[in-house]
């Protein structure tokens, strides 16, 4: 984008304001600068306002004096959002006050302790920004407020009779302006027939709206836009004026409602063309880390007619938006969103260059004021290419998926031996959804599979039922997009943490516990996996200490424990596990997690015991529940309360809990127990956050007993409960 100065402008104070009906209708009467403005308060804890039309830094002395004995001059100036900025009593009021933006201020003129009579309001400009070559000019928001627009329907595409004069603005030229709530800056230029222009309103504090009106007609606009643009912001894109003369834009919010800063740019042709000079070089297999710290950043490429690319645009701090563009700036391709389930990246898959020449890509927020890190790929490729390697049975290999395109992994294998295979998202978060194939050496498919842990397939234990060259592939199963993945390979029955790291059986001893010593770090060892077996009935606990030695704090240490389908069971808070009632009939995985910085050693220490179905001690009935009544209360550190609730009819009843209270420290934890107060189920965060939820299939009249508590009866905090029956 081209980069000019900002700056401000100074602007004819006196022009800027519209006398007459136009601030009458703002709500106040005109304040002129050296003028002597008269005025009465007639009644006790009246006000008059009147606006001045003020440029950003500008300093300005106001000055209040009573006219008659009994007036107490009160005087107040409050900027375009309705914060006061000064305030002052006396005889006479004085207060010099440096404007902080451009924009329309309101002075309040009252008497203080209820008192009347006439007064005198004078305005000086004690000090102006000076003037700068070739500035950026400054709007106010000046204009007649427009009639309001009904519910449901488009804003009004007229303007109030009589002439509109706006500001100036020339065709190159980027402007800012404030804009306040029900009014609308318009701004003039000159334009002859069959010129090509393009217009673009753009704002992170409200919904853009941009009309053009001609020469010809003051009644109809010619073009209006709300959405063209990136996000909310709009765009009236290469238009063809049909006549010489002043044409006029309208720059205002969507029904007129929003409030805040803006910037408008009048561009010839296309737009502002992109340029080498301003840009950086991206060269094709190129991954490149950025900061988005303007509203773009545009980086350029030489590129050949019918290469095929492609262009991904990810961000964990904005929602991104990517570009294509030519030599000339005229715009090719576009994107949002990636296509992926959550995700907030965008991407152009397999666009295929229209010539020989320079192109250029432009990385973007989708709202208009956002900032950030971002990395940006651009791949020559291919529909349907395909990567082929080798893998050997104990490795973890780590490659990149190509969009549109598979993997080929080829290994020998004996009959009868016993592999596990993992295919793993290298970033979790990019919801990259793997897809997983055996091929036997035959040519037959042998296995597959789809879901696992973050969506990372897995086969694991597979008996291989032929000697020859297998094939693994590795594909995306929904969305075409690829990304970075580990593939391991391992020998027997093997799972593997998130990075790609196999896990390790680890038995109990004959005290029925278990312990082991180990390091993660934040390189490449962020994770570890364990395998435990719990005998049938019994009941598995786990903790976790910080070794010495280490940087790290209990609170970097996340543990989760899963089935043998990744499905999770229960997770920990600072480093422990809580696992009332949690019984298991087979293998589960102990999944540990670093989220802290450089090495940190720990100790995980296991057990299983046999116990009984938990019964919950006898409480007293803290209330009774009723569907969709909400009740709420204050839970003290380690104490619960004990809510009682009959159906009404047979049915599916949801219950959930919701945290009332600012303080992030509360973890409710919720409990469903039957007439005996034997436990029903238990959930921590079903609800979403830390909120539990829990959906139960009750007969008619049966009773229930709620029971509201906190993650292992340590925090406290207020919540909200309640029940409702589901469809």
């Given at each position: 984008?081209?980069?000019l100065?900002?700056?401000?402008?100074?602007?004819?104070?006196?022009?800027?304001?519209r006398?007459?009906?136009?601030?009458?209708?703002?709500?106040?009467?005109p304040?002129?600068?050296?003028?002597?403005?008269?005025?009465?308060?007639?009644n006790?804890?009246e006000?008059?306002t009147?606006?001045?039309d003020?440029?950003g830094t500008?300093?300005?002395?106001?000055t209040?004096?009573?006219?008659?004995a009994?007036?107490?001059?009160?005087?107040q100036v409050l900027d375009y959002n309705?914060?006061?900025?000064?305030?002052?009593t006396?005889?006479?009021?004085?207060?010099?006050?440096?404007?902080p933006?451009?924009?329309?201020?309101?002075?309040?003129?009252?008497?203080?302790?209820?008192?009347t009579?006439?007064?005198?309001?004078t305005?000086?400009?004690?000090?102006e920004?000076?003037?700068?070559?070739?500035?950026?000019?400054v709007?106010t928001?000046?204009m007649?407020?427009?009639?309001?627009?009904?519910n449901?329907?488009?804003p009004?595409?007229?303007?109030?009779?009589?002439?509109q004069q706006?500001?100036?603005?020339?065709?190159g030229?980027i402007?800012e302006g404030?804009?306040?709530?029900?009014?609308?800056d318009?701004?003039?230029?000159?334009?002859?027939?069959?010129q090509q222009v393009?217009?673009?309103?753009?704002?992170?504090?409200?919904?853009?709206?941009?009309?053009?009106?001609?020469?010809?007609?003051?009644?109809?606009?010619?073009?209006?836009?709300?959405?063209?643009?990136?996000?909310?912001?709009?765009?009236?894109y290469?238009?063809?004026?049909?006549?010489a003369?002043t044409y006029?834009?309208?720059?205002?919010?969507y029904?007129?409602?929003?409030a805040g800063?803006y910037?408008l740019?009048?561009?010839p042709?296309?737009?502002?063309?992109?340029s080498q000079?301003?840009?950086?070089s991206?060269?094709y297999n190129?991954?490149?880390d950025g900061?988005?710290v303007?509203?773009e950043?545009?980086?350029?490429?030489?590129?050949q007619?019918?290469d095929t690319i492609s262009?991904?645009?990810?961000?964990r701090?904005?929602?991104?938006?990517v570009e294509i563009?030519?030599?000339?700036?005229v715009?090719?391709?576009?994107n949002?969103?990636?296509?992926?389930?959550g995700?907030k990246?965008?991407?152009?898959?397999?666009?295929?260059l229209?010539?020989d020449?320079?192109y250029?890509?432009?990385?973007?927020?989708?709202?208009?004021?956002?900032?950030?890190g971002f990395t940006?790929?651009?791949?020559?490729?291919?529909?349907?290419r395909t990567?082929?390697g080798?893998?050997?049975?104990?490795?973890?290999?780590?490659?990149?998926l190509?969009p549109e395109?598979?993997?080929?992994?080829?290994?020998?294998?004996?009959?009868?031996?016993?592999v596990?295979?993992?295919a793993?998202a290298?970033?979790?978060?990019?919801?990259f959804d793997?897809?997983?194939?055996l091929?036997?050496?035959?040519?037959?498919?042998a296995?597959?599979d789809?879901?696992g842990y973050?969506r990372?397939?897995?086969?694991?234990?597979f008996?291989?039922?032929?000697y020859g060259?297998?094939?693994?592939?590795?594909?995306?199963?929904r969305a075409?997009?690829?990304?970075y993945?580990?593939?391991?390979?391992?020998?027997g029955r093997?799972y593997?943490?998130?990075?790609?790291?196999?896990s390790?059986?680890l038995?109990?001893d004959?005290?029925n516990?278990?312990s082991?010593i180990d390091?993660?770090?934040?390189?490449?060892?962020?994770y570890?996996?364990?395998t435990?077996?719990?005998?049938?009935?019994e009941?598995?606990?786990?903790?976790?200490?910080?070794g010495?030695g280490?940087?790290g704090?209990l609170?970097?240490?996340?543990?989760?424990?899963?089935g043998?389908?990744w499905?999770?069971?229960?997770?920990?808070?600072?480093?422990?596990?809580?696992?009332?009632n949690?019984?298991?009939?087979?293998?589960?995985?102990?999944?540990v997690?670093?989220q802290?910085?450089?090495?940190q050693?720990?100790?995980?220490?296991?057990?299983?015991?046999?116990t009984?179905?938990?019964?919950?001690?006898?409480?007293?009935?803290f209330?009774?529940?009723?569907v969709?009544?909400?009740?709420?209360?204050?839970?003290p550190?380690?104490?619960?309360?004990l809510?009682?609730?009959t159906?009404p009819?047979?049915?599916?009843?949801?219950?959930?809990?919701?945290?009332?209270?600012a303080?992030?420290s509360?973890?409710?934890?919720?409990?469903?127990?039957?007439?005996?107060?034997?436990?029903?189920?238990?959930d921590?965060?079903s609800?979403?956050?830390?909120?539990p939820?829990?959906?139960?299939?009750?007969?008619?009249?049966?009773?229930?007993?709620?029971q509201?508590?906190?993650?292992?009866?340590?925090?406290t905090?207020?919540?909200e409960?309640?029940?409702?029956?589901?469809?």
């Amino acid at each position: 984008m081209h980069k000019l100065i900002w700056a401000l402008v100074v602007i004819a104070l006196c022009g800027l304001v519209r006398v007459g009906p136009s601030h009458a209708q703002q709500g106040g009467q005109p304040l002129r600068p050296d003028v002597v403005n008269t005025g009465t308060i007639n009644n006790a804890g009246e006000v008059d306002t009147w606006l001045y039309d003020g440029t950003g830094t500008a300093l300005v002395r106001l000055t209040l004096t009573a006219t008659s004995a009994e007036l107490q001059p009160y005087l107040q100036v409050l900027d375009y959002n309705g914060g006061i900025i000064a305030s002052t009593t006396g005889n006479p009021a004085q207060a010099d006050v440096r404007l902080p933006a451009t924009g329309t201020y309101r002075v309040l003129v009252s008497g203080n302790e209820n008192t009347t009579g006439g007064y005198e309001l004078t305005l000086e400009v004690l000090s102006e920004p000076a003037r700068q070559p070739l500035p950026t000019v400054v709007g106010t928001s000046t204009m007649i407020a427009p009639s309001p627009t009904p519910n449901g329907t488009q804003p009004p595409t007229f303007i109030p009779a009589g002439p509109q004069q706006g500001q100036q603005i020339e065709v190159g030229q980027i402007v800012e302006g404030l804009l306040n709530s029900g009014r609308w800056d318009v701004w003039e230029f000159v334009g002859s027939m069959g010129q090509q222009v393009t217009i673009r309103l753009r704002s992170g504090d409200f919904d853009p709206y941009l009309e053009l009106y001609g020469p010809s007609d003051d009644r109809v606009a010619l073009f209006s836009d709300d959405d063209s643009g990136r996000g909310r912001n709009a765009t009236l894109y290469a238009m063809t004026l049909p006549e010489a003369g002043t044409y006029r834009i309208f720059a205002r919010s969507y029904e007129n409602k929003g409030a805040g800063a803006y910037r408008l740019s009048l561009e010839p042709d296309t737009g502002f063309a992109p340029s080498q000079a301003n840009s950086q070089s991206i060269a094709y297999n190129q991954l490149i880390d950025g900061q988005l710290v303007d509203e773009e950043t545009i980086y350029y490429f030489a590129g050949q007619a019918e290469d095929t690319i492609s262009v991904l645009l990810t961000s964990r701090d904005f929602d991104a938006f990517v570009e294509i563009r030519d030599s000339n700036g005229v715009l090719l391709e576009e994107n949002d969103d990636d296509g992926r389930r959550g995700s907030k990246n965008s991407a152009i898959i397999n666009y295929q260059l229209p010539a020989d020449g320079t192109y250029f890509l432009v990385a973007a927020a989708y709202s208009f004021s956002s900032q950030g890190g971002f990395t940006l790929e651009l791949l020559n490729t291919a529909p349907e290419r395909t990567h082929e390697g080798e893998i050997s049975v104990g490795q973890t290999v780590t490659a990149r998926l190509l969009p549109e395109a598979k993997a080929e992994w080829h290994f020998w294998g004996e009959t009868g031996q016993v592999v596990s295979v993992a295919a793993l998202a290298a970033n979790p978060n990019e919801g990259f959804d793997l897809y997983l194939e055996l091929v036997s050496p035959s040519g037959s498919l042998a296995s597959d599979d789809d879901g696992g842990y973050q969506r990372n397939p897995a086969l694991t234990d597979f008996r291989l039922r032929e000697y020859g060259l297998y094939t693994v592939r590795v594909s995306e199963y929904r969305a075409t997009i690829g990304g970075y993945y580990h593939l391991a390979l391992a020998d027997g029955r093997v799972y593997f943490a998130p990075d790609g790291t196999p896990s390790v059986y680890l038995p109990f001893d004959v005290d029925n516990s278990a312990s082991v010593i180990d390091a993660l770090d934040d390189t490449e060892h962020r994770y570890q996996v364990w395998t435990v077996t719990v005998p049938a009935g019994e009941l598995l606990t786990a903790s976790l200490q910080v070794g010495n030695g280490g940087s790290g704090i209990l609170q970097d240490f996340f543990i989760q424990i899963l089935g043998l389908d990744w499905e999770p069971l229960v997770e920990s808070v600072t480093g422990e596990l809580y696992t009332e009632n949690m019984a298991s009939t087979t293998d589960l995985l102990v999944l540990v997690n670093y989220q802290g910085h450089d090495v940190q050693p720990y100790q995980l220490q296991l057990a299983t015991a046999l116990t009984p179905p938990i019964t919950a001690e006898p409480r007293p009935i803290f209330g009774t529940l009723f569907v969709d009544k909400a009740v709420s209360g204050t839970l003290p550190v380690g104490e619960r309360h004990l809510w009682q609730f009959t159906a009404p009819a047979a049915g599916t009843y949801r219950i959930s809990i919701v945290k009332a209270n600012a303080d992030d420290s509360y973890d409710p934890y919720l409990y469903i127990l039957n007439a005996e107060s034997q436990v029903m189920a238990e959930d921590d965060d079903s609800g979403g956050g830390r909120n539990p939820q829990i959906t139960v299939e009750l007969q008619a009249d049966e009773v229930i007993q709620v029971q509201v508590a906190s993650f292992a009866d340590r925090t406290t905090g207020d919540y909200e409960l309640t029940v409702e029956v589901t469809d």
